[in-house]
């Protein structure tokens, strides 16, 4: 199924950007941009930061408590830093959905990293011929 290329270059305002952050889908005008923030340069940063958030709101009032701060950071950063970790851990897997979301490619995701690779990829059609038609479809790093 083919995906169409990205139009819009408009950009979301301050409500429409948080919205966006955290799951809404932005209008169609806004495709390119949406593009750019979750496949581009960037986009790994763009996320831990997003999903860094959340987390720091829901145990902050944990540290209001009167309890020494080891105790404090007993509590909250296993926590948080676990929610940091499944936040890396499941970032490609999020992106490719908004992507999909807003009708875009989900392997658009993995462009910087077919950039980086590709004179690895030239040198071994170079050395060993091209790749059989059926390896296409083991291209992508989607776990689905």
Request: glycine share 4%; net charge positive; aromatic share 10%.
């Amino acid at each position: 199924m083919a995906h169409p290329e990205p139009t819009g270059t408009e950009k979301p305002s301050f409500w429409q950007y948080l919205a966006y952050s955290y799951g809404k889908r932005l209008p169609k005008s806004m495709d390119r941009w949406v593009a750019e923030d979750l496949a581009g340069e960037g986009a790994v940063r763009r996320h831990m930061i997003r999903w860094a958030i959340p987390p720091l709101i829901v145990l902050a009032p944990l540290w209001l408590l009167p309890a020494p701060i080891y105790m404090r950071l007993e509590m909250t950063a296993p926590i948080y830093i676990w929610a940091l970790l499944m936040a890396l851990a499941l970032n490609k897997v999020w992106r490719r959905h908004r992507l999909a979301r807003h009708g875009l490619d989900p392997n658009l995701v993995d462009v910087i990293k077919r950039k980086k690779d590709a004179k690895m990829h030239d040198d071994y059609i170079r050395k060993y011929g091209p790749r059989p038609e059926d390896s296409k479809t083991q291209s992508n790093s989607s776990p689905f």
